[in-house]
């Protein structure tokens, strides 16, 4: 499948991989520059691949299915969720935007969608599927604000708030660790704005969305949650309201927590990648979730999941990269200092 944007995007240059059923760009000219322009000044994804969902009807039976109470959210207001399943782990994790007491509007991830709508569904939950009708950009950056207030008046726009601009919906939110803005916008008005900004900052592509999220300790559905990993596991404590009732909250509160996500950080030169095995003194204690070359820190950095004995500031380890043992240290996350915009919400 493509997005509205596939064909701007080959006139760009991009290159393209495939991701959850999507021919997407990850590249346009490389990584490396575009992490340096979300880190410094503003770049432009196109993120039309995940879902965007309408609830009109059964907000108290989606309440139940998710692991913080949403009837506390205030309109206009944005909340990052878990949609969670019978066992303890995560169906998909969501951002919710309160449209209204009566309505909210959901975007899912890309791979989850068909699963969220059957589920959301059958549970007697009115759905609407707006995504092939909308266009989803992301514009991070600290220079977000200065490009962006030239087309809607967003410089008042607090930090998980939105704004509803001639039915296009605008949230101070992202994926990068940035100031900047996440744009829910009919296919149209979305292809002649994504081309206007382009005149002030350059596209970006999975491949620099997947580094900046890692250095912002951002989790990745499939990497870091899974229906098999609990948000405990998953280090989203703060995520769980466990004053409500929601499903699979029994067996959350049953399963022991033998691995918790933390970060890793490699002592000479190497790329940590997904699956690569963390050790102390020749013994497996865990293993990477999300790996890359940090371009900002210049070195290898990752998320990973380690035996909660060992999940210690600082304690030496080393990662076996293709049979060779580099010397590492478990740290915490975030890597890189973030917006302070976002510290603390």
Not at 51 to 64: A, H, N, P, Q, V
Not at 83 to 93: Q, S, T
Not at 222 to 239: C, K, N, Q, V, W
Not at 283 to 307: A, D, M, R, Y
Request: aromatic share 10%; hydrophobic share 35%; net charge neutral.
């Amino acid at each position: 499948m493509h997005t509205s944007l596939y064909s701007l995007h080959k006139k760009l240059g991009a290159k393209f991989i495939p991701f959850a059923g999507w021919e997407m760009p990850v590249e346009y000219s490389s990584i490396k520059e575009e992490v340096w322009a979300v880190r410094n000044a503003c770049g432009l994804f196109d993120i039309s691949h995940m879902g965007r969902l309408l609830i009109k009807k059964g907000i108290k039976s989606l309440d139940y299915l998710t692991s913080r109470r949403i009837d506390k959210v205030k309109p206009l207001r944005v909340q990052y969720n878990l949609l969670m399943n019978e066992k303890g782990g995560v169906k998909d994790d969501i951002t919710l935007y309160k449209l209204s007491e009566e309505e909210v509007f959901l975007c899912v991830n890309s791979a989850n969608k068909d699963k969220v709508c059957k589920g959301l569904t059958e549970k007697g939950i009115e759905v609407e599927d707006i995504s092939e009708r909308t266009l989803q950009i992301a514009l991070q950056g600290p220079k977000a604000v200065e490009l962006l207030k030239n087309y809607y008046p967003i410089e008042d726009l607090k930090y998980y708030h939105f704004g509803v601009f001639d039915g296009t919906i605008i949230s101070r939110t992202g994926y990068t660790g940035e100031d900047g803005f996440e744009i829910y916008i009919e296919v149209s008005k979305g292809l002649e704005l994504f081309e206007e900004l382009l005149r002030d900052c350059i596209p970006c592509g999975l491949g620099a969305r997947d580094v900046l999220r890692i250095e912002a300790g951002m989790p990745l559905y499939g990497h870091e949650l899974s229906e098999d990993i609990t948000p405990f596991e998953a280090s989203l404590d703060r995520y769980v309201d466990l004053e409500k009732e929601f499903i699979g909250k029994e067996e959350l509160l049953k399963k022991p927590i033998k691995f918790k996500l933390f970060g890793m950080e490699l002592l000479q030169r190497g790329v940590p990648r997904e699956g690569y095995g963390i050790f102390y003194e020749g013994k497996e204690i865990g293993h990477v979730s999300s790996g890359t070359f940090s371009p900002t820190l210049q070195k290898g950095i990752g998320l990973c999941f380690v035996n909660v004995e060992y999940r210690q500031e600082g304690f030496s380890v080393k990662v076996d990269i293709r049979g060779k043992r580099i010397p590492a240290r478990l740290r915490s996350y975030p890597f890189v200092k973030i917006s302070p915009r976002l510290v603390g919400s």
